[in-house]
């Protein structure tokens, strides 16, 4: 494992953000222009497998064809045998998953309106870009203190499936975190944008109750739930919530794509003018416009 203060590719060191099973990502210094970085380095024990390699090169190389402020920026990588690693802007904040680890309510409530229109922007930039995120959850939802959102990790983020491949797809192995994926992904379909309008649904189903959609005793019982369990409304978790924003989500969670909003401007049209929480003001029409 590589520690605080070593040099690698040229960037030092300064501070171990975060641990995963296969990678590191440390907050980093480039002595030449004293700019902070991120840095996403692969463990060791994962730095010759080829999969392991590969995974974090794709998310390097679709993370790179991304420039959005609601999306984290990678802006370099580094194929070495011995420290395969990429380079992205340092956003010093937490996870919305750290948030609801610490309970702060106080500020998703505060704060809710504004991720949620900030992450569906994100999404209708990547869905404009032929992406799909793939894995939306909170932990890849970074947030600071004051309400500014980016999009972390694309190490799963697939092309839409364009012409003649369209009649040739097969279904694939699912990939995501079972506890937001959208039926057709759980099945290996082929997917698009609405994929993740169900996953973001999910998300501010968690965040806004504090429990996600469906909980199963297993990864396959949780995963049948996703395909045939109606989902009770956010309500019956807290009842401050407004019946709009309680509709909304549970559109974005219907099981046939094609009844949930058909993409994300849809999803911002339908959060103007609406208040999450029955305690907020009631918006005026001016606000409805914004």
């Known amino acids: 494992m590589a520690d605080e203060g070593e040099q690698i590719g040229g960037y030092k060191l300064r501070r171990l953000l975060q641990t995963g099973q296969v990678s590191q990502v440390f907050e980093v210094v480039e002595p030449t222009s ?8 692969l463990l060791p024990e994962a730095a010759n497998k080829p ?37 992205m802007e340092f956003f010093p904040s937490g996870s919305m998953r750290n948030r609801l680890l610490q309970k702060n309510f106080d500020f ?19 869905h404009s870009m032929k992406y799909i995120h793939c894995d939306i959850k909170p932990d890849n939802m970074l947030v600071n203190q004051l309400g500014e959102m980016k999009l ?9 499936v364009k012409g003649i491949a369209r009649w040739f797809y097969k279904r694939k192995k699912a990939q995501g975190t079972p506890s937001f994926m959208s039926p057709e992904q759980i099945r290996g379909e082929m997917l698009d944008g609405r994929a993740d309008i169900y996953s973001l649904g999910a998300t501010m189903y968690e ?5 996600p959609p469906f909980r199963g005793n297993t990864t396959l019982d949780l995963l049948n739930k996703h395909i045939k369990e109606k989902p009770y409304s956010p309500k019956a978790y807290n009842q ?51």
Not at 110 to 124: C, D, H, R, V
């Open 34 to 41: 004293h700019r902070h970085f991120a840095m996403k380095l």
């Open 152 to 160: 972390i990790d694309f190490a799963i983020s697939k092309q839409f």
């Open 51 to 87: 999969d392991e390699r590969n995974n974090l090169f794709h998310e390097a190389a679709v993370g790179i064809k991304l420039r959005h402020d609601n999306i984290i920026r990678i802006v370099k990588v580094d194929r070495s045998q011995h420290s395969p690693h990429f380079i």
């Open 108 to 126: 998703i409530k505060e704060n809710a309106m504004k991720i949620f229109k900030q992450a569906a922007t994100a999404l209708a930039y990547m």
């Open 240 to 290: 401050n919530l407004t019946d709009d924003i309680c509709n909304l989500i549970v559109k974005m969670i219907s099981k046939r794509r094609e009844d949930r909003p058909q993409n994300c401007h849809d999803i911002l049209i339908a959060l103007r003018g609406i208040r999450i929480y029955l305690t907020d003001p009631v918006p005026s029409k001016e606000d409805s416009y914004q």
């Open 207 to 211: 965040l806004l109750t504090g429990r």
